[in-house]
């Protein structure tokens, strides 16, 4: 009878235990983000935002670059929820309207590549993850690595507005503080330096500029730079609104590279915490690295892009699945 009841008990304890790794598992495979999450529910959800980049690419090639900086500007405030995506509407403060999102553009074509997943699968893909996956096609597009990432984000019911400039690090800020900044959200210094490399691409307009070469030029900048940059940028008081811009690099302005180390390294980062890289002994290494080996500045950057696009996103039943990025579903 002894046995008996200790084979039953090990029957018992052995369908407890396996219970509960299945329901482990289920809570896992519904609660978090995993590689293909779409496989069953829209099967051709990352195709449709590839092909989506791609046209988009074609017709306004900037839309790739605008593809990058809005996974950084929505994952660094709060994390992957695409509250930077909404507009201002019922008493809600717009992300967008931050002094940190001047120059942001193209966000009407993140409607696009959304409409498009809407005809195939309503209110299946997240905005979170049309900006996840489109930033990750947008990379490629500018030559960049074909970076593996993992999807199941769901999106925000509230802006971030109010968080939004102590989140997002300024141009002006020490190195110290932006190291600071990305380290409380998982990405160590050699993945800050790393992120930095996407200004490899795109352009900054002069009102971010002009503090460097007026009414005295900063001596970290190389003269003929500078003097190339006084001629894009004539005057200390630009207009927001005007077309006044340099681009970051202009050997390969539209090709994810190292040459932006290699700038910095001559001088000739645009930005203050692009120049504070080559001066800083915690960065130095890692900078003349990338600039000597454009492989590993992939590697660390497609690691970098990974921990960026998974802080704190919402999932499971958190959040929603909006119809339309730029507002919540009516209630």
């Not at 890692?286 to 999932?315: C, H, W």
Request: net charge negative; hydrophobic share 35%.
């Amino acid at each position: 009878m002894a046995s008996y009841n200790y084979k039953e008990h090990s029957l018992v304890s052995s369908f407890v235990i396996t219970l509960f790794l299945l329901l482990l598992q289920f809570q896992v495979g519904t609660s978090e983000l995993q590689q293909n999450y779409y496989s069953q529910s829209c099967p051709r959800a990352e195709e449709i935002i590839k092909q989506e980049v791609t046209n988009l690419y074609n017709e306004h090639g900037n839309t790739a670059v605008s593809w990058i900086r809005n996974l950084f500007h929505d994952c660094i405030v709060e994390g992957c929820d695409a509250s930077l995506l909404l507009e201002a509407a019922d008493g809600m403060e717009s992300e967008k309207t931050s002094d940190r999102s001047f120059g942001m553009r193209n966000f009407k074509y993140v409607n696009t590549i959304k409409e498009a997943l809407e005809k195939e699968c309503p209110l299946t893909v997240s905005c979170a993850d049309v900006i996840t996956l489109s930033a990750r096609d947008g990379i490629v597009m500018l030559g960049g690595p074909r970076i593996e990432m993992k999807t199941g984000r769901r999106d925000s019911k509230e802006s971030h507005a109010k968080v939004v400039d102590e989140s997002i690090p300024n141009h002006n800020d020490s190195i110290s503080s932006v190291l600071s900044r990305f380290q409380s959200i998982g990405i160590d210094t050699e993945g800050t330096v790393a992120l930095l490399g996407a200004h490899s691409v795109g352009r900054v307009h002069c009102v971010n500029l002009v503090h460097r070469l007026y009414p005295t030029v900063d001596p970290t900048l190389d003269p003929d730079h500078a003097a190339y940059l006084k001629n894009r940028c004539p005057t200390p008081n630009p207009d927001p609104k005007a077309v006044e811009y340099s681009r970051f690099d202009l050997q390969t302005p539209m090709i994810l590279d190292n040459m932006y180390y290699k700038n910095v390294l001559n001088h000739k980062g645009l930005l203050i915490i692009d120049q504070q890289l080559s001066s800083d002994a915690d960065t130095l290494p890692f900078v003349e690295k990338m600039a000597s080996d454009n492989g590993y500045f992939y590697e660390q950057i497609s690691r970098a892009i990974v921990l960026l696009s998974e802080n704190n996103p919402l999932t499971g039943d958190q959040g929603e699945i909006r119809k339309d990025c730029r507002y919540v579903n009516d209630s």
